[in-house]
């Protein structure tokens, strides 16, 4: 539990520089639109999945939404008919790059349950890369290869065009970027 208060914090608030796991993983964005934007989407949907991790009865079937932003909620209702054009763009682009189909978002956040390894990341935070793209860093104890389709899709989900990674890196390059100028506009 103490693993999720601080993952959701992080999601709240940039982690402070003195305090990272020695190897992070990264994952390079390139970006629908605005990065501000973007980083907001993003934040939000994990934000409710780690909330749902630290609050809900994973026992149940259905999980609750009250904390799920609308747009990721509109992605699977009458076929993402009435999602945004950035999360119906970013569907289609985790469909045509990873070869996989989108997730149910009761599925996605069953993934965020405690008591199951299956999640192999936990967020870290996220840096500027450029104009239009972000990194985001996920503490993956120290593991180059783990499964992180459940991050690709609410990555692409939330405006993504591309997602490379994961890229095993040490953690003074995140802090080297979280220190940069230009950091807090996301």
Not at 132 to 151: A, M, P, T, Y
Not at 152 to 175: C, I, M, N, Q
């Amino acid at each position: 539990m103490e693993s999720l208060e601080l993952e959701f914090r992080n999601l709240q608030h940039h982690p402070a520089v003195d305090s990272p796991p020695a190897i992070l993983c990264e994952f390079t964005v390139d970006t629908l639109g605005d990065c501000a934007a973007y980083v907001k989407r993003l934040r939000s949907a994990l934000s409710a999945a780690v909330y749902s991790a630290i609050t809900a009865d994973f026992e149940e079937e259905d999980l609750p939404v009250d904390e799920v932003p609308d747009w990721l909620i509109a992605i699977e209702v009458e076929g993402g008919r009435r999602a945004p054009d950035f999360a119906k763009s970013g569907r289609d682009a985790y469909v045509s790059q990873t070869g996989q189909r989108p997730w149910s978002l009761q599925n996605w956040l069953h993934r965020f349950d405690p008591e199951e390894d299956s999640r192999g990341w936990e967020w870290w935070d996220v840096t500027p890369a450029g104009s239009s793209c972000v990194r985001i860093w996920v503490d993956s104890w120290g593991e180059s290869f783990f499964g992180c389709l459940d991050l690709l899709w609410v990555a692409y989900a939330a405006g993504a065009r591309h997602v490379e990674g994961p890229t095993a890196r040490r953690s003074e390059d995140w802090v080297a970027e979280a220190t940069a100028e230009g950091f807090d506009d996301v």
